[in-house]
């Protein structure tokens, strides 16, 4: 059976190539064909014997997602449907802003996390994402773009899925991106949201990547949070301020608060001071997402003089604090919405 070329380790691709008793130098070419350029198919590759590429087709898909929908919002992010071998779907958002094209991938099939905010975590988890798989919207996507003569900047860990719930191919995945002799991303240009899942940041604090850590923090005490978070009941605030306390942030560096702003709930002067207590310590921005109702969601948007009056608040008090538009809204492409929509 065929299987994703993208799931192999590098030792694995080695391995495979030492046993055709190709030489060394088979394994570069193939990894700049495979994560540099944007290759189409094995038989389009100029460089390789036409029996080697015959063998690799044989063996493997270069591609183990398929694009099968696009949509472009009034605002110029473009939301990606792709289709897995087995016909599990799932979605990536492209999103413009100033001189930055950031991608948002998705790592798992739906999510376990169940934040009551979120659209994808009302409809439960299928299956983890391959490493191919994570890697494969981003190359997809940049082989897209660049047909256009635009070229990616960013990747954000923060679409569908919690990346450190699928954590050795979401991972695996980063490293590939990062990597020299792959996809040459700089750490600097790669985010990883998580709930915050505490023996999977600790362990991240161990791995020497110098990524942005972005925190789905949401509320100010347990009792609020916990309601919005399921997963506060594990991992309390107290205990996940105290891993971020003790994870290594380089130089400069600081954490990525994501703070989805839902009306009459978690946005007061109160919310303000507290959350400012909370972070004491912390090197630390605020991003306030404004909420964006989808049918069912038990909560409504704030105004937009709300969402700025807690800003300024913040602010008052020290806060590094953005607003995040909206993005995609039209296409249900904005955060914790990342779903197609059947049928728009
Ligand atoms: S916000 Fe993220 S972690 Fe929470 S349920 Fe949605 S996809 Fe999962």
Redesign the pocket.
Known sequence: MRRSIKNLTREELVAWLTERNEPTYRLDQLEGWLYRKDTVTFQSIPNLPKTFRNELEKEFFLYSLEEVAREEAPDGTIKFLFQAKDGERVESALIPERNRLTLCVSTQVG?R???RF?L??QEGFRRNLTRGEILDQVLLVRGAIRAQGRELTNVVFMG???PLDNYEESLAALRTLISERRLKFSHRKVTLST?GLIPQIRRLAGEGLDLTLAI?LNATDNKTRSALMPINHQYPLEELIDALMKYPLTHRKRFTLEYVVLKGINHSPKNAQKLTQLVRGLRVKVNLIPFNPFPGSPFQRPSEGEVLEFQAHLRQRGISTFIRKSRGQGILAAC?LLRWKEGT
Request: net charge negative; charged share 10%.
């Open positions: 999510c996390m169940g934040c979120c994808t975590g569908m899925g919690e709930v789905s914790g």
